[in-house]
Structures are given as structure tokens and as C-alpha cells.
């Protein structure tokens, strides 16, 4: 990873069609991929040699039942989950020989029937398995494996719902959900009640918030929570809660689903500015956290891994086919760079100060119009830090029949050079949706969007290290190319 040279190419072979890769995992010297497909085939463990990519060793293990993960890989064992009745088989993952199996069951009997269900949960040194009655009100079984020998834990009872409201046509609650930590720890949500359990099952808090996921460092849980029906770019809230004590330390707000690195919890914001996607690093030490921009210009851009302050991202082109050049996408490894001397973090280290005002940077002097317009500026959050000045700016006619004028600050940059990136990415951007874009001069680009709501022509315009976009309403191609070249002449460009 610290280098980009290739260690080993593997090619899967005897591997039917309709398989996918569900997971893949290195331990060691051994990459472990578990194939699956939909219906009642079996599940097809591979183990490879990282140094050769040659097989090592396969194991093809009877197709699992019930809901969550159907396999676990983790530490040395590989993990199947069966259902009816409920098993779990371990494999050794540098031989592939089985270490042990287990049968959970509810309230000591074994129901060979339909009428009960179980859903897994993948928690590092514990697996989960929970089982319930597909009856309102029963008791269902939290119970708690040893993922290296199979011993059974604890277990814990827990009430399901009594409404029948709360289930579907075949017995399967509306809301369930086991989001496990990768220390051992769980949070189960039943209904409308949560429970957080630690790895030894000790009870640390009940509620009735939805808990995303879960990360422990020493004593202390971090615990993610937002509602999944909330839109992406709502944050989540994070909780810091002494597992010893049960309280809760601190919380914040953050925008990316978090996962430990070292002493840094680290993940991808979701964001609709289609520009640049953000990594989040949050200091555990602290609480504090930046927002780190990474610029692409392909349609997915997803963070896939990350160790120490290294962080790799995978850019894909979108295509259903191989391309004509036969690559489908670019990984890049970024190296994270502190900034201890940065007092604003959450504007991915620029100060708000360095963002322009919106309302001064269209000079009418400059347009030639003989319309007169009223500027209403519009101030926004960026991550949770208010901007002091406009952002953005809509210019009013005195005219009813002449259009507005919407001018925005998309993105400062922390040089022009990387405003100029930017702007290369947003053309780039473009022509791979099949939208008209061009460049108009040495800093604007014209782009014919076509969101949902209609056509909109827009450009965009480098000033200094600023990237402001430009639009009319109704559109009027002429009005925003006169407006964005006034724009350009306000501004240094350093």
C-alpha cells in the first residue's frame, strides 16, 4: 500500500458464473474469498497465497439460511452460517480444515421447524446469533460464540415486539437490526427499543436510537447513531461512552460513517456537489475532526481502505463494459498531511475567512445592462461551520420580464492550483455524464446540466482560488457567459 507495486495477480478458476465475491479478507499470507450465489448452491471458500496468487486450499460448505451475513472472515477462521436448524461452521483460513461447529438454540431446545428465524452478527473474537419465535411477544436468544473455538459466551433474552403491526406477512420484524463492534461489543434494535451490550454481556445502555455502527478503543465505545431514512447528507451523531462507568463522554456531529484507524476513526461524506468527495478524520484524543477534499472527475469515487495515515481511493468510470482501453477505474493512495497551526478543521482546513463574498464579486459596471438589480445574499454551513459572509448570491431585477441571476461559491481551494484542478475535474466530470461542456476562455467552463428539474446551462469561473458557478433564470446562455467574464474580471487569479 505505502508503494503501489504489485505483489500477485489472482485468477479464480472453476468458479461458475453466477457466483459473486461476497468477501474477501487478507490474513496474512492467505487472501480468503467466500463466493456465493442466490438460491441453494453452496457457499465456495478459496484460500490463496498472497506472495503466488496461486490456490491454496477450497472448501464448498451447503448454502446458509437467514438474515445478515452468511459468512464471516476474521483473524484465522472462516465462518458459514446455516439456518433451520441454526449452525455456524469455522474453517481454519490457512489450511481450510474445520476448527469446530456449533448449534445455538432457544431456551435449551432445538426446533427443526420453520417457526423461528435467526440473523448473525460478525464481531471480531464473538459471533452473534439471534433467534426468535415468528410469533408477537416471544422470547428470542442473543447468543454470544468465541469465534476461535465455538464456545458458547453468554446469552442473553430479549422480548420481541407484542404489536403484530411490528411484522410483515411471514413473521419478520419491520425493525431488527445487530450492529456489532470489533471488539465484541453489540447493539441490538428491536422495534422500537435498543440495547448495547458489552463483549462480556453486560447491559450498558437501553433507548430507542438506531445505532449505525459501532467502534471500540480501550475502555471507550464509539457509538454512531442516525435514522437510515435520513438523507445522506444529514450527520450523524457520535457518542464517546466509558463502557466501565456507562456514561457517555462526549458527542458531536459528523458526516461520514466512521471506522477506527490507529487513534483517528476515518470515513467517506456522502456529498451532492458532484466537484470533489470528502474523507472525515476525527481525532479520538480530541473529538475534533477535518474534512479532507479528494478530487475526481469519474462518476464513483469510494475510500476503500486505509492504515496509518495512508488512505486508498478507488476511482471507477462507470462503465457496465469493459472499456475500450480495458480499465475500468484508478486507485490512488492519498497520505494524510496535520496542519496543528489549522483553528477551523471542519472547512477541510481553509478559514472561513478565505471564502469571498459572493455579493461583491459581480461588477455591473462591467455587464453592460441597463437593467438595475437588487443582490440577496444567501449564507450557508459548510460541515457544520457557518460561513461569516454570502456564499451565495441571487440578483433581483427591477424588470420583471429580465431574468435573475444566481451566483454561487462552489469550493475555495487551498491555492489555484488546486481551484484549477478543480475546474479541469468539473469538465471532465461533465463530459462523462454526456453533458455538453466547454471551455470559454482560460478560466470558465460552460456545462449544459440536465438535473431532474429541467436543462440549465451554467459556467463556471476560476477567481483566485475560488470556483464560482454561474446561472440565469429563466436561462439565458448569454446573460451567464456576460456575467461569468464580469466575474472574472473582479478578481485576482494568483
Known sequence: MATGSRISEVLPHGIPQEYGAEQLRINGSTLVIAWTAVGSDPVLLRGYDVATGRQVW????????????????????????????????AFDVYTGAQRWSAEPTIAGLRFQSLEYSAVYADAGKIWYVFMWHRSPGSLAKLTALDSLTGRRLWQQAIRMPVEPSAYDAIGYPYQL?????????????????????????RLLSRGSDYVWSLTRKGSVLYVQERDPQ????????????????????????????????????????????????????LALDSGHSVQVPVLSSVWHTELIGSHGDLLAIWEEKGNTVTPPDGLFGRLTVYRLVADPG????????????????ACRLLHFGKLSTSVQYTPIPQRRSIFGTRLPQPSACTYVPDKGTAPLIRLSVEYTAPSAREAERLMRSRLALARLSFQTAEWIGSRRIAVTEEPPSGQIYAVYVRVGTSVVRITTTPTTPALVRRAAEAVELSGSHD
Do not use: C
Not at 179 to 191: C, F
Not at 236 to 256: C, H, I, K, Q, S
Open 230 to 281: 435520513e438523507k445522506e447528507y444529514k450527520p450523524f451523531r457520535l457518542r464517546a461512552l466509558d463502557v466501565n462507568r456507562g456514561e457517555t463522554l462526549w458527542d458531536r456531529p459528523v458526516y461520514a460513517s466512521l471506522e477506527l484507524e490507529g487513534n483517528a476513526m476515518i470515513g467517506q461524506i456522502r456529498h451532492e456537489w458532484p466537484m470533489a468527495t470528502y474523507v472525515e478524520y
Open 342 to 357: 489549522n483553528p477551523h478543521p471542519a472547512l477541510a482546513g481553509l478559514p472561513p475567512a478565505r471564502w469571498p463574498d
Open 58 to 89: 477450497h472448501r464448498d460448505v451447503a448454502q446458509p439460511s437467514g438474515l445478515g451475513p452468511r459468512v464471516a472472515l476474521t483473524g484465522r477462521i472462516a465462518a458459514v452460517f446455516s439456518g433451520f436448524p441454526v449452525k455456524v461452521k
Open 177 to 201: 437490526r445487530l450492529t456489532p463492534s470489533d471488539a465484541g461489543d453489540i447493539a441490538v434494535k428491536v422495534g422500537e427499543e435498543l440495547r448495547m451490550y458489552s463483549d462480556s454481556g
